[in-house]
């Protein structure tokens, strides 16, 4: 009997010392820090945001707009072309802003209800109301149709060249502003893109 009342003790106590640790990673997550390490997942990799690829042969993307684009030169619009416009896009907008004008961010070119099988555009759109290939442009802070090169008063200035898929045709006619083309497009954006460059007098 006593040898029964000692192999019970023995129970008895690795269930109170079992007991005892489970408590203790319950309560205590790190008591038992020093003697085990706990195995985490390894971390995946995040996957590439898809975008619209968009480019022009004038520059690349964060270099210089060369002068004959700005108000330096003769002010004409650069050649950009894009990849990547989504299936399910039927039209295409473009926008061109500097958001390191002294007065906030200053609108350069709005483009908008570009047919989606169009690919890019050449150099020296003309400044008209209805594009020939379709679509409209709109007016930029200038206050005129089309575009506007860069014309920063002093420093390094950053335009930001966007294209925007669009699920359908907006209702805008000819000579809409840069706000009412974002609002026209909300619950419309498919896939956008972007090409940075900068211009220093």
Not at 106 to 120: A, C, D, K
Not at 141 to 148: E, N, S, T
Request: aromatic share 8%; net charge neutral.
């Amino acid at each position: 009997m006593g040898g029964n009342l000692e192999a019970t003790s023995a129970s008895m106590r690795s269930i109170f010392i079992i007991t005892g640790l489970g408590l203790c990673f319950l309560l205590f997550p790190g008591c038992a820090g020093r003697q085990q390490k706990i195995a985490q997942p390894a971390s995946t990799p995040k996957e590439d945001k898809a975008e619209i690829k968009l480019a022009s042969a004038a520059f690349k993307d964060g270099q210089q707009i060369p002068g004959p684009y700005s108000c330096d030169g003769v002010n004409i619009s650069p050649p950009l072309e894009w990849s990547g416009v989504p299936k399910t896009a039927t039209t295409v907008a473009i926008t061109v802003d500097d958001p390191d004008a002294p007065s906030g961010t200053f609108v350069h070119w709005v483009l908008y209800n570009l047919p989606v099988e169009n690919i890019g555009l050449v150099e020296n759109v003309p400044a008209s109301e209805n594009l020939k290939a379709g679509g409209f442009q709109g007016k930029n802070d200038f206050g005129k149709f089309g575009y506007g090169g860069p014309c920063p008063p002093s420093g390094t200035h950053r335009y930001f060249f966007k294209i925007y898929a669009l699920d359908g045709e907006l209702p805008l006619k000819a000579g809409a502003t840069k706000a009412e083309l974002i609002k026209a497009m909300e619950g419309h954006l498919v896939l956008q893109g972007q090409l940075m460059g900068t211009y220093r007098r």
